[in-house]
Structure formats: structure tokens, C-alpha cells
């Protein structure tokens, strides 16, 4: 006889005060933050869910009925696909993901991109804690928007991983690099080779890293502890991918782009 044993998830505490609008705003700001799921995060679905499950009953929830939106609604808002948003809700507790930390790419990443590319001289998508590990010559910030930026020379870009910032980002890149704005780049990014902008990002690059395992991010710390929910990959544009895969085979599987 098998025993089933059942997750019991205890309901979270509803807010006083919800606003749908803000609540979209703060997870979608929070992705682009942490670029990881945290238990920040996972908190502020829970609550969502639980308010727009009853959004056509008026009784229940006021503000959520006066809107008119529901779940569906809610994750398409976000931008982050519903099945990763469920693996998310689904998760136990993410203890060391607790919100008081931001994420950022191991260096052993950035100094490899850094010695095929021979300088990083701009990251679109970056913070002022994040640039004392990439040391890019230009960077920025959620508050600066760096699509709406000239971008130079050698990009380093690990995008924010929610939609649309995710696509936008790397189909700039693409852009740019075609326009010949910008030389090289080496973008690191989930291994979403079912998506549009992936699958224009491997039309044009030259080469890609399938990095065996997931990149455990750094904390402010310094300590590797955060992984996302599936792989990474390293994406090289440019004209050397012989030196490309020189620096990052240690990483994992090359393949070289043929489009």
C-alpha cells in the first residue's frame, strides 16, 4: 500500500488595503530586480490569487470586482508565462530567496565574456551594485530604460526575466548588432528556445553555450545561492566564435550558429 502524502499550503493574509494595478507593478519590478524568483515574489501571487479567484463574487472582494480582471488577466499582465508562474506558486518555501537580496551573474560568466569580447563597454540592463562585478564602461538602470538608450561597442545583457522586458531587450540586441551599433555581445539568458525572441536570437548570433547545470547567482554577499527554475545559455554575436568557445567550452555544450 502506497501513502500519499498531501501539501497543505496555508491560505495567505489578505491586505486591507489590494490594488490590482500595483500589485502587477510591484512583481513585475521585482522580476526585473531579482531576475530569480524570491519569496517576495511567491507572497505577492499568493495574495493575487487568492483575491481574483472570487472576482465576480462582489461580496468577496470589492476592489478585485471592480476591476474586472481575473487570474488569467493577472498572469498575462505580469508577463510571465502561467505554467512558470504555477512551478513559482508551487514551490516550498524559498528560504534563501527571502526578497532582502538582489541577484547578480557570477564573475567567473563575466570575466569570460569580458576576455572573448576584449572589453565590456555597455550593459543595458543593470544596476550600480551589479556593474562593481561587470565593470562595463556604460550601464543601465530599471530607471534609466536602456532600450531607449544608445548602446555601444561590446554589450554584456542579462535581461529581465519577465515579459515583455525579456523579448524587448534581446530583440533590440539583435537589432543593433544587424544595424551595427554594436561589435559583439554575449547575452546570458534562459534556455526558452520555444520563444520568438530566442529563436531570433539564434538566427543571428554566431555561436551558443549551453551551460551545463544552472547558474547559481550571487547575492550581495558575494554568495552563490540563487538558482532559476531551468538552464541558462550564453549566446555570442560576433565575429570570433573560435574564441568564444575557447573561454566558455568550460562552461558547457558549444554550438556554433549556421543561419
Wanted: glycine share 4%; net charge negative; proline share 4%.
Amino acid at each position: 500500500m502506497t501513502t500519499q502524502l498531501a501539501v497543505i499550503e496555508s491560505p495567505p493574509l489578505i491586505p486591507d488595503a489590494w490594488n490590482y494595478e500595483e500589485s502587477v507593478a510591484k512583481v513585475k519590478i521585482l522580476v526585473y530586480k531579482w531576475k530569480n524568483v524570491t519569496q517576495e515574489i511567491i507572497d505577492e501571487l499568493r495574495i493575487a490569487r487568492e483575491i481574483l479567484r472570487d472576482v465576480r463574487n462582489p461580496n468577496k472582494n470589492n476592489v478585485a470586482y471592480a476591476t474586472l480582471k481575473t487570474w488569467n488577466d493577472y498572469c498575462q499582465d505580469i508577463g510571465v508565462d502561467r505554467s512558470t508562474i504555477h512551478r513559482w506558486l508551487a514551490l516550498p518555501h524559498v528560504a534563501q530567496n527571502s526578497g532582502n537580496n538582489e541577484w547578480y551573474t557570477p564573475q567567473i560568466y563575466i570575466e569570460a565574456a569580458r576576455e572573448v569580447m576584449g572589453s565590456i563597454d555597455t550593459d543595458p540592463a543593470s544596476s550600480g551594485k551589479a556593474n562593481e562585478i561587470v565593470k562595463a564602461e556604460t550601464y543601465f538602470t530599471s530607471e534609466d530604460d536602456g532600450r531607449v538608450k544608445h548602446w555601444a561597442s561590446n554589450v554584456w545583457l542579462n535581461p529581465p526575466y519577465a515579459q515583455p522586458l525579456v523579448a524587448d531587450f534581446c530583440e533590440l540586441l539583435v537589432k543593433k548588432y544587424r544595424e551595427k551599433e554594436i561589435q559583439q555581445a554575449c547575452v546570458l539568458v534562459n534556455n526558452a528556445t520555444e520563444t520568438t525572441f530566442y529563436q531570433t536570437m539564434l538566427k543571428t548570433c554566431s555561436a551558443v553555450c549551453f551551460i551545463k547545470g544552472r547558474v547559481r547567482f550571487v547575492d550581495e554577499e558575494g554568495i552563490e545561492s540563487g538558482a532559476p527554475l531551468q538552464g541558462q545559455t550564453v549566446l555570442y554575436f560576433g565575429s570570433d566564435r573560435d574564441r568564444f568557445a575557447q573561454y566558455f567550452l568550460k562552461f558547457g555544450v558549444i554550438l556554433y550558429a549556421t543561419c
